[in-house]
């Protein structure tokens, strides 16, 4: 794995030595910030799920001014952690889940952090929960509230699981398919 562009571009990324951990491929984080460059200059953005950071490394890598990072694993947390030590991406103050620095890291599963994030103003929120149609359907929902006008949510999962059409005043968008992943982009019903 690497970044693929922005002040980063060519940083390679440690991949999980343990099953269970499915890092977005540079392929799909290709799609992904193709859609995406336009909104990375100085964007808040949430990457829940985070496992190896790769999404919102490349985040900080093309442009965006602080990334928050959602993680339960503690070896996943590890691995960000050396990701953005390795990538030169400087630390926030010990501790900190605030917005100062270009990021931060909550170690919890994605339900108990969206709560902890309420009120928190996000322009980009990526999620890459474990494949299936449940894990999708609870992902959406606990963003929901975390979803701003102008926000966009962007939802990984296998092609073979459809996404719902509406969920939590969220509708979709767009869907972009690439090999067995898929892309989902939602925006709030205004």
Do not use: Q
């Amino acid at each position: 794995m690497r970044i693929i562009a922005g002040r980063l571009k060519g940083r390679r990324l440690e991949a999980p030595d343990w099953a269970g951990l499915r890092p977005t491929s540079d392929k799909l984080r290709e799609t992904l910030f193709n859609v995406l460059a336009p909104r990375m200059d100085g964007a808040r953005v949430l990457d829940g799920y985070a496992g190896t950071g790769a999404v919102g490394i490349e985040a900080i890598s093309r442009g965006a001014a602080h990334v928050t990072f959602v993680e339960r694993d503690p070896r996943a947390v590890r691995l960000i952690e050396g990701n953005l030590e390795r990538c030169g991406v400087r630390r926030p103050p010990s501790g900190s889940h605030t917005p100062d620095g270009p990021y931060a890291i909550i170690r919890a599963g994605f339900v108990p952090a969206a709560e902890r994030l309420a009120g928190a103003a996000f322009d980009v929120i990526f999620l890459d929960p474990p494949y299936g149609a449940e894990e999708l359907t609870t992902a959406l929902d606990r963003a929901a509230p975390l979803v701003r006008s102008g926000t966009l949510l962007v939802l990984e999962h296998a092609r073979r699981d459809a996404t719902p059409g509406a969920c939590g005043g969220l509708a979709r968008t767009r869907e972009l398919v690439s090999g067995d992943s898929a892309l989902a982009f939602y925006s709030l019903v205004e």
